[in-house]
Every structure is written in C-alpha cells, then in structure tokens.
C-alpha cells in the first residue's frame, strides 16, 4: 500500500499523512474563523473602514477555508478509510454522521456567507482583489443567507463540542481511535493519577 493511502495494522486503519494534516491545518483555520467571526461583528460602524477591513479579512479566510475544504472532500473521497472495526455499531454511526454534518456545516457556512454578502451593495474582495459581482442588492435575501449562516455557525459548534468530547473520551480510553489522526497517546503517567 503507497504511503498516501489508508495503513492497515492489526489494530487500526489510520488517515494520510495529508489527510491529517489538512485536518489540523483545518481545525486551526476554522477556530481561527469562528474567534474572528464572532468578534468582528462587534466592531463599531464608525469610524468607517475598520470594520468593512476586518470583515473583508473574514470573507477571504472563509472562501479559502472553502476551497481547502473542496480539496479535503475529493481526497477523502479518493482514499476512503474504513470505519473503526472495533467500536460498538453506534459508535460507529454516530461518527460518521457527526462527520458528514461537520462537512456539510464547513461547506454551507462559507457558501451562505459568500452569497449573503453578493446580495449587498459591496463587492467581496478576496485578499484585496474584487470577485465579479453577479449578484444584486437584495435585502430580503441577504437577511435569509445571514441567518442560515447564523444558524450553521451554531450547528458547527455545537457538532465540534461533541465530536472534540468523543475524541477526548477515545484519548483518555486509550483505544487507536486519536492514533488515527496523528494525535499521541495518553502518556503512561496521566493514566496512573487518573486511576488513583
Ligand atoms: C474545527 C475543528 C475540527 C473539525 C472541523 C474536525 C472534523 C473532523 C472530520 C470531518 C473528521 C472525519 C475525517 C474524515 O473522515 O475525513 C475528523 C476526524 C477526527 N478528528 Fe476532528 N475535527 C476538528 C477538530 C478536532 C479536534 C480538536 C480533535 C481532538 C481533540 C479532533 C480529533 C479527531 C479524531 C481523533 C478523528 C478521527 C476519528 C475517526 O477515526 O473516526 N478533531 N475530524
Ligand atoms: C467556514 C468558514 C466561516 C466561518 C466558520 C464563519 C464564521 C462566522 C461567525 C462565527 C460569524 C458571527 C456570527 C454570525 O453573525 O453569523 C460570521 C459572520 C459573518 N460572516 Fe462568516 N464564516 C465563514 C465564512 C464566511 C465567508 C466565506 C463569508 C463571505 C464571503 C462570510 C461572511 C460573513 C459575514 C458578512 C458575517 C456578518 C454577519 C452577516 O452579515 O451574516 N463568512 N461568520
């Protein structure tokens, strides 16, 4: 089996080393995202510029997170990795369809952010460059993509909570489950205070 594909061992099936580092790579950039998302929309609308600068920084993070994003779906696609064999069938199911909506969310946050802000008066500049403005000014539209943005940002967290708390709970388990996204095992120490 090539280096790039799934590495069978008698105990796990693990991910790429790309597939692990866009996973990182992603998480990094999604935290990132959510921190400024949630700061800039408090920034004051005067004096002018600061905010429409930081919101502009958000746009371009967020359409390039969508396009890491695309690139993670066709590779997964292209190098699919077997679900966990030793986990209980629920588990299992409930792993990938935290995983299916966490893509779902990662690909429709961004898609709703960027046909919001078409629906406005202002072009979206990406990094500074100013995308061909298809769309027109439509209020109504504009207020239904932010809510669905909203209501995706929520879904997100709420997905992250669960699926950060699993994997904790894999981790302090000390199953192969973290192994199979690069993350090192719960050290020997830690596991003899948590006995005690
Ligand atoms: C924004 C942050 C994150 C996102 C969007 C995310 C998303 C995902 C997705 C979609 C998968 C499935 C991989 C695939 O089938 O392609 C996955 C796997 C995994 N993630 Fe995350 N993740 C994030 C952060 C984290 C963090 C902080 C941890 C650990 C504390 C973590 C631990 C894992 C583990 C261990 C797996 C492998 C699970 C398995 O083998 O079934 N992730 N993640
Ligand atoms: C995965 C990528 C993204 C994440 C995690 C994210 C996250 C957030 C968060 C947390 C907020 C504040 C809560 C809210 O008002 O909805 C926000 C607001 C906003 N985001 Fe994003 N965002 C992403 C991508 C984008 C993209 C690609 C655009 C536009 C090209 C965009 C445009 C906006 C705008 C204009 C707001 C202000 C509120 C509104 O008018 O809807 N976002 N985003």
Same mark, same amino acid.
């Given at each position: 089996m090539s280096s790039t594909h799934a590495k069978s061992t008698s105990s796990t099936v693990c991910y790429s080393r790309f597939a692990v580092a866009l996973h990182w790579l992603l998480a990094a950039a999604l935290f990132a995202q959510l921190a400024l998302g949630w700061w800039m929309? *408090?920034?004051?609308?005067?004096?002018?510029?600061l905010r429409a600068g930081w919101f502009n920084v958000h746009k371009s993070i967020g359409l390039t997170i969508a396009l890491v994003v695309l690139v993670r779906i066709v590779w997964r696609t292209i190098h699919p990795v077997a679900a966990h064999?030793?986990?209980?069938a629920w588990q299992r199911q409930a792993a990938r369809l935290n995983h299916a909506l966490l893509y779902l969310c990662m690909l429709a946050i961004p898609l709703s952010g960027y046909l919001g802000s078409t629906f406005t008066r202002y072009p979206v500049r990406y990094f500074g460059i100013v995308l061909p403005d298809?769309?027109? *000014?439509?209020p109504a539209a504009k207020e239904l993509m932010s809510a669905v943005h909203y209501a995706g940002v929520w879904l997100f967290m709420t997905l992250l909570a669960l699926h950060i708390a699993a994997a904790l709970w894999h981790w302090l388990k000390r199953d192969p489950v973290c192994a199979r996204m690069g993350l090192p095992a719960l050290p020997r120490l830690v596991q003899e205070l948590t006995r005690r």
């Open positions: 929309i *408090d920034i004051p609308k005067s004096p002018p510029g064999g030793a986990l209980p298809w769309n027109r *000014d439509w």
